[in-house]
């Protein structure tokens, strides 16, 4: 984990209330993971806790780091109006990611809304020794801007959106169930609405697939330091902010009805 002080390079609207930013790191940058965080200072000393921040992408080669966010609340409000030049405090990276080290695997990434915000990384590091098929859903096609932002060259892609303008009309989970069906899928990886991830995790623990889901929490430290971001899981307490985000969703008890419980997969 680092604390650096950090230039922004980009900051733009992609679409809605969706909002692209590029930072120069010279250290978060080398030792990001996808699926981590990051906790960001922000300049308004009235907002004094830092705001977490999902990580969408991290370029070694260039030393710079990506965030896609949605514009929610007054911090978010804050990290708009940055512009190139600005200088930005980040804590990171923070958390617990998802599996990359994996080889010759058959994997579904699923991303839903601001859930395909830490897809980019992750599709990145897959591809390079597995295959991968990536499942994308959002309410429209102005919703799903941002994978114009994503290299999805050699990837299997399927898109969703909630009122056709893109892809095929409807969601992710009915196209994972088909995908499941037809191919020997090794593991499914999902970000995105927590009932989403929900439905997700009981097609895939039902089909015996290994399944990762990565879960949001508020968030006040991001350090394990308080219990804000607590949960009940089958494996005891845990907190998101160090345990996560990225959970084995078998261990999950809302995303894992009793009936599921028994599936080996993972092991």
């Known amino acids: 984990m680092f604390l650096e002080d950090c230039k922004v390079l980009e900051n733009y609207k992609v679409g809605e209330d969706y909002y692209l930013m590029k930072i120069e790191s010279d250290k978060a940058s080398q030792h ?11 300049k308004n000393e009235i907002r004094i806790l830092r705001r977490p921040i999902s990580l969408h992408y991290a370029d070694k080669d260039r030393n710079i780091l990506e965030f896609y966010y949605e514009v929610k609340g007054g911090g978010t409000k804050e990290f708009a109006a940055l512009k190139s030049g600005d ?3 980040i804590q990171g990276p923070l958390g617990t990611g998802f599996t990359t080290e ?16 830490p897809t980019k990384l992750l599709i990145d590091k897959l591809k390079k020794e597995n295959e991968v098929i990536f499942i994308a859903g959002g309410r429209s ?13 050699g990837v ?3 898109i969703t959106t909630d009122d056709g ?51 949001e929490e508020r968030m006040a430290c991001g350090v394990k330091a ?26 999950i ?8 419980t028994g599936c080996n997969c993972g092991k």
């Open 165 to 215: 303008s893109l892809g095929e009309k409807g969601n992710v989970v009915t196209v994972l169930n088909r995908v499941l069906a037809e191919e020997k899928i090794d593991i499914v990886q999902t970000c995105g609405p927590h009932k989403m991830m929900e439905a997700v995790a009981e097609v895939s623990l039902k089909a015996s697939v290994f399944c990762e889901v990565s879960l």
């Open 156 to 158: 299997k892609i399927y």
């Open 226 to 251: 308080c219990v804000g971001c607590s949960i009940k899981t089958l494996a005891g307490m845990k907190k998101v902010c160090h345990d996560g985000p990225v959970f084995d969703a078998s261990i």
């Open 32 to 42: 990001s993971k996808a699926g981590q965080f990051f906790m960001i200072k922000l």
């Open 141 to 153: 096609k102005e919703a799903l801007n941002i994978l114009q932002n994503l290299n999805l060259d």
């Open 253 to 260: 008890i809302d995303v894992n009805p009793k009936e599921n």
């Open 87 to 89: 200088n930005l405090n």
């Open 102 to 117: 994996l080889k010759d695997k058959k994997c579904v990434v699923v991303g839903g809304g601001m859930g395909i915000a």
